[in-house]
Structures are given as structure tokens and as C-alpha cells.
């Protein structure tokens, strides 16, 4: 069974300061990739996936991340921290396979970002 | 948003009660799933459906079951509802030509 571990339950960075947060995976072969954000009372909003080919994705809001196959990682980067970036992130998987099994996300337990001015 | 709405946004119900959450999507969409969502858990998939009266079982189905008789409307009930049920849950969509999941604005219940 496919399974994703975020090893930071809560991370806090000053504004302005660059970002990184953690993704392993663990799956048979390549999984699709995901990172979402969910800021408080709210749903969640894609930040970016991987599907194939260039490792490295950008996102929106000025994300990145990139996928390490032999590390079975996929962790998220931003350089410069804004205080609107203060949320929960969570890391998921989907399957890399059509058929029934189609679109269905493993979440990783979830990193809270705390930004300080 | 993807056309997404989920209903009732809130609700407060007692043990033991039965209880129905309702999806509905507005741009035909083959897929949708429902997950649960609880600190420290992410988001945990209870069922998902690939067609109408098409479904199947995600991790957490127990005590869960779902319909879906058209498209754009995919129920989730709770036949006697037990506080360990107390939870956020999520509706989602696929979007197949970029495969992207979208999520609803959630429910959030209280089994008292």
C-alpha cells in the first residue's frame, strides 16, 4: 500500500527567509505527485504536481518542488517566505495508473507553517 | 472551484442518528471521492466513485456507505452516526484531461 510521510509536524520561518518541506513516499513505482495548501476554515488548493518528465515543477505562488526518485522524495521550496504563505501543506499520491484506482490520494500527514515578521 | 458544493456546510448531530452529506458538481465529472480529514491524519479517503452506481471502498469505509445515481451528485451516509465521526469531510473531483483533484469547501459535523 502506498503510504506518505511529512517528518515536519510544524515548521516556523521568518518572512523572507527561504522554505523547505518534506515528502517521502513510499509506492511500487513512480506515483503522481502532489502538494496542496490549506489556509484555516478553508479547502484545499493545488500548488503543484508531478506527473513525468522534468523533476523539478513550479508552482503557484512562487513554489517549487522536486522529485527525487532515489530518495522517494518530493519536497517543496520557496525562496523568500511571504507571511500570507502561513497554512497547512500537505503532501499526497495518487496512483500512477488508470481504471478505478484513478485519482485516488495517499496524504501525508499534514506541516503546519508558522511565518514570524 | 471546480463547481463544486457540498451540503450542509455544518451540522450537530447526536449518536446514533443517521446523517447524509451531500456533493454536487455541476461539470459532469466521471470521478469523485470522499475523505475525512483529522489532525494529525492528513486526508483519508472513505469512498470514491468512478461512474454512476459505480463506487468502491477507500481506507476508512467503515461505518460510511454512498450512492450515486447521477453524475453530479454523490451522497455519503452515515447510517448511525458515533463520535469518532467527528470530522471535517471533504468532496473531491478529478478533472481527467489534467488529472488535477479539486476539493469542496467541506463539512464539518459534530457526532455529540
Known sequence: AQSVTQPDIHIT??????????????????????WYVQSPGQGLQLLLKYFSGDTLVQGIKGFEAEFKRSQSSFNLRKPSVHWS?????FC???????????????FGQGTILTVHP | DAGITQSPRHKVTETGTPVTLRCHQTENHRYMYWYR????????????SYGVKDTDKGEVSDGYSVSRSKTEDFLLTLESATSS??????CAITAGV???????????????
Open chain 1, 13 to 34: 520561518v521568518s518572512e523572507g527567509a527561504s522554505l523547505e518541506l518534506r515528502c517521502n513516499y513510499s509506492y511500487g513505482a513512480t506515483p503522481y505527485l502532489f
Open chain 1, 85 to 89: 504563505d502561513a497554512a497547512e501543506y
Open chain 1, 92 to 106: 499526497a499520491v495518487a496512483p500512477n495508473a488508470g481504471g478505478t484506482s484513478y485519482g485516488k490520494l495517499t
Open chain 2, 37 to 48: 480529514q483529522d489532525p494529525g491524519h492528513g486526508l483519508r479517503l472513505i469512498h470514491y
Open chain 2, 85 to 90: 465521526q467527528t470530522s471535517v469531510y471533504f
Open chain 2, 98 to 112: 489534467s488529472d488535477t483533484q479539486y476539493f469542496g469547501p467541506g463539512t464539518r459535523l459534530t457526532v455529540l
